[in-house]
C-alpha cells in the first residue's frame, strides 16, 4: 500500500537539511565573541605613549545577534591595536569578511579615522602578499604595479552612528596559504570600537 503523505512529511526536513548545508562555514574562530576574545590575538602595533589605554576585552551585552561584542580601545594618538585571527587560504580562492561594528570617541573634538578591517594574505614565509607598501622584485612599487596590488580593508563606523555592518570581499593571489583578519584601532586617531557578528567564508 502506498502512503502518499509520507513524502509530504519528508519536504520541510528536505528543505531545513538544504538551507543548513547552503549556509556556507565561518572559517574563523569565535566571531561572535560568546568565548569572550579566544580564538584571537591583541596586538600593538607603534610607539605607545606613556598613560595612554590601548587594549581589546570582551563585552558581555552589546549589540549584534550574538549579544556579545569585544571592543578595542585606543586613547593613543599614535599608536595603534587591533585583534587578529589567522586561518588557512588557497590561492585564487574568493573570500567574504562581513562584521558589525559601533565607534564612539572619548573626546568628541578629536580627529582622526577610528580604524579599519583588513584581510592581509600572507605566503609560507609570512610575508603579507596584498601590501602596496611592500618591495616588489624590481623595489619600490612603480605606479603600474600599485594598481595590481589591492589593499583589502573596511573602515569601521563613524562615531555616533550606531552599529553599522561593513564587508570585504578579497581574491587570493598566487601563494597564498593562510590570510590574517584584523581589526584595528589608531594609528591616525583615537576612538573606542565595538565588534561583533564576525564571519569569514570561501566562496
Given amino acids: 500500500m502506498k502512503h502518499p503523505f509520507r513524502n509530504?512529511?519528508?519536504l520541510p526536513i528536505l528543505s531545513l537539511f538544504s538551507v543548513t548545508l547552503s549556509r556556507a562555514e565561518n572559517l574563523l574562530s569565535n566571531g561572535d565573541f560568546i568565548g569572550g576574545i579566544n580564538g584571537w590575538k591583541?596586538?600593538?602595533t607603534g610607539q605607545v605613549t606613556s598613560g595612554?589605554?590601548?587594549k581589546a576585552e570582551p563585552l558581555s551585552e552589546a549589540g549584534g545577534k550574538s549579544?556579545?561584542?569585544a571592543r578595542i580601545t585606543d586613547t593613543d594618538e599614535v599608536a595603534g591595536v587591533g585583534l587578529v585571527q589567522q586561518v588557512p587560504a588557497q590561492a585564487g580562492k574568493v573570500y567574504e569578511l562581513t562584521f558589525m561594528s559601533k565607534t564612539t570617541?572619548?573626546?568628541?573634538s578629536q580627529m582622526g579615522a577610528p580604524g579599519y578591517a583588513n584581510i592581509q594574505f600572507l605566503d609560507a614565509k609570512g610575508a603579507w602578499l596584498n601590501n602596496p607598501k611592500?618591495?616588489?622584485?624590481t623595489g619600490t612599487p612603480t605606479p603600474e604595479e600599485l594598481k595590481l596590488i589591492k589593499q583589502d580593508v573596511c573602515?569601521?563606523?563613524l562615531p555616533g552612528k550606531g552599529w553599522q555592518s561593513g564587508t570585504i570581499t578579497a581574491t587570493a593571489p598566487a601563494g597564498t596559504v593562510k590570510l590574517s583578519v584584523g581589526f584595528k584601532a589608531g594609528?591616525?586617531?583615537?576612538g573606542i570600537i565595538d565588534i561583533s557578528d564576525v564571519v569569514l567564508t570561501q566562496h
Avoid at 611592500?134 to 622584485?137: G, L, M, N, S
Avoid at 594609528?187 to 583615537?190: D, E, I, K, L, R
Fill in 187 to 190: 594609528n591616525a586617531g583615537a
Fill in 105 to 108: 570617541r572619548p573626546n568628541p
Fill in 52 to 54: 595612554s589605554q590601548l
Fill in 42 to 44: 591583541t596586538a600593538v
Fill in 155 to 157: 573602515n569601521f563606523a
Fill in 134 to 137: 611592500a618591495a616588489t622584485p
Fill in 67 to 69: 549579544g556579545k561584542a
Fill in 8 to 10: 509530504l512529511l519528508l
